[in-house]
């Protein structure tokens, strides 16, 4: 793996109703290229908020964020173009409704990359094939299962050629039957060496995919590690407590 | 039976004859229609341009406040100035609000003819300001609603994608928007179409003012206020079709 940072956060707090509520509590975190960074927590931890803070869903109260060197918390710095090089993948899938598929992955592609339409649209059914959906192309959002949307998320993502893919519990309103397919889609853009931050519940998936796992409680990270060490030899009362209950 | 047919027969020629000679008391004799023709060509005017300044006035309005309510965080953030000048704008909006939808439009109608526009002596204009802007605020709170129902998941898949925040409401929110609130805009419509029946107190001459100047000459009320109602029937009616294609047209792309 190589030591390029991607994503570097310093001190990262977010707190409501003037600190009363410290949803995140100082969070500094690295992340390089090529890494899969899982983060697990409780419900209530900050991890969703943290994800979200990466590419400024939520505005931190204190700390940096710097993506490829430039701080995104800086008014100054041009937060949508940052934004194209990051994308996300949504608990909701957030499919456009009113779109085909084909038009809800070409149109970020055509409107900010200025990529002709040709182009863009032969892109998206080269990606709908590789995740098994390129007959759906002409669909709408509507006629498609849980499963098929979180994928075609993902590759509405992918579209716009990110550094990083940000995942926000993207199996969480899934039924169970379909957290397999999408699932399998994150691994094989793992191995193909994207570079991802997952929150998630799916403990399997961190075991297996994760090249370094987080664990948050109360808005600070409590302890990361591999995988492995940090699934088998948990180090603080908090992440033992936690993994006795899910695991 | 053959008696009571003829006695049918004669009732209603002798009813049909009295029908046509207050009809042509009402509508021909001294070309008397012809204040129906042009108070429905002036109701027309006033509801076509006043709708049209309604809605103009609601999707500035309805910008402003949705635009303050979902970036107030990120304008406070990372843009002070701009946050003072919205905030201050949204202020405004909420003012014109609560001041146009508190007094009834005649008031407005009144105030608009009697005190603002006291020196214009073009009462079709005064009309169509003082129903466009009482309008405005009921096509700004269709608008804002519209914009509002839209799941917030929307408006961050947009952004995530690098959409700024107006290009997200042009390519993403605005098209569902617009399905939504096409209902509750017709809605509007009709009820401006009756509401400038008011017109006639500040002596322009609409529709319902020419059936009332009819009945005024004729002394009869049946004919003329019937006819009038009819003419709102069938204006309603047809709107009603009319939009209800263009919906049917707007589902097409849905599924």
């Keep these: 793996m190589n030591d390029n940072v991607l994503i570097k956060v310093e001190g990262l707090k977010k707190h409501y109703k003037g600190g009363a509520i410290k949803a995140l509590d100082g969070i500094d975190m690295e992340i390089r290229q090529g890494e899969v960074v899982v983060i697990i927590g409780p419900s209530g931890s900050g991890k969703s908020t943290f994800l979200r803070s990466l590419n400024l869903l939520e505005y931190p109260t204190e700390g940096h964020i710097y993506i490829d060197g430039a701080d995104i918390t800086n008014p100054k710095v041009n937060l949508n173009r940052h934004r194209q090089k990051m994308g996300m993948v949504f608990q909701h899938f957030n499919l456009f409704p009113h779109m085909t598929i084909l038009g809800n992955m070409t149109l970020a592609p055509i409107k900010l990359l200025k990529m002709p339409k040709k182009e863009a649209e032969q892109m998206a059914m080269e990606l709908l094939e590789r995740v098994g959906l390129g007959d759906r192309a002409a669909a709408y959002p509507g006629q498609l299962s849980g499963g098929q949307k979180q994928r075609i998320a993902i590759v509405r993502a992918l579209c716009m050629k990110p550094e990083v893919l940000l995942f926000d519990e993207p199996t969480s309103a899934l039924d169970p039957e379909m957290v397999g397919e999408v699932l399998d889609v994150m691994k094989e853009l793992a191995k193909d060496g994207m570079t991802m931050v997952v929150v998630t519940h799916e403990m399997g998936f961190a075991r297996e995919v994760g090249s370094r796992v987080v664990f948050m409680a109360d808005g600070m990270v409590v302890e990361e590690n591999d995988p492995q060490t940090l699934f088998t030899n948990p180090q603080s009362p908090r992440l033992q407590d936690f993994l006795a209950k899910v695991l | ?255």
């Excluded at chain 2, 049918?8 to 204040?35: C, H, P, S, V």
């Design chain 2, 1 to 255: 039976m053959g008696a009571w047919f003829e006695g049918f027969k004669a009732n209603a020629g002798a009813w049909f004859e009295d029908f046509k000679a207050t009809f042509q008391l009402n509508f021909i004799d001294d070309d008397r229609y012809m204040y129906l023709v042009n108070g429905l060509k002036n109701t027309l005017i006033i509801t076509v341009f006043a709708a049209l300044l309604g809605i103009a006035l609601g999707i500035i309005v309805a910008s402003v406040r949705t635009t303050f309510d979902k970036n107030e965080e990120s304008m406070r953030m990372r843009n002070k100035g701009l946050y003072i000048v919205m905030k201050i704008a949204n202020t405004v909006c909420k003012v014109y609000l609560t001041v146009i939808r508190g007094t009834p439009v005649v008031v407005q109608l009144m105030i608009m003819y009697f005190i603002i526009m006291a020196s214009s002596t073009n009462s079709v204009l005064i009309a169509v300001l003082a129903f466009g802007i009482n309008s405005g605020a009921y096509v700004a709170e269709i608008f804002r609603g519209g914009i509002m129902s839209i799941d917030n998941g929307q408006f961050e898949a947009g952004r995530s994608l690098g959409f700024s925040y107006f290009r997200t409401m042009y390519h993403i929110v605005v098209p569902q928007v617009i399905k939504n609130v096409l209902p509750a805009l017709l809605n509007e419509c009709i009820a401006l179409l009756k509401e400038t029946s008011v017109a006639g107190y500040v002596s322009i001459q609409d529709l319902t003012k020419g059936g009332d100047i009819i009945r005024g000459r004729t002394y009869s009320a049946f004919m003329p206020l019937i006819m009038v109602a009819l003419i709102y029937l069938i204006v309603v009616v047809v709107l009603t079709w009319l939009v209800g294609k263009v919906e049917r047209r707007l589902k097409v792309s849905e599924r």
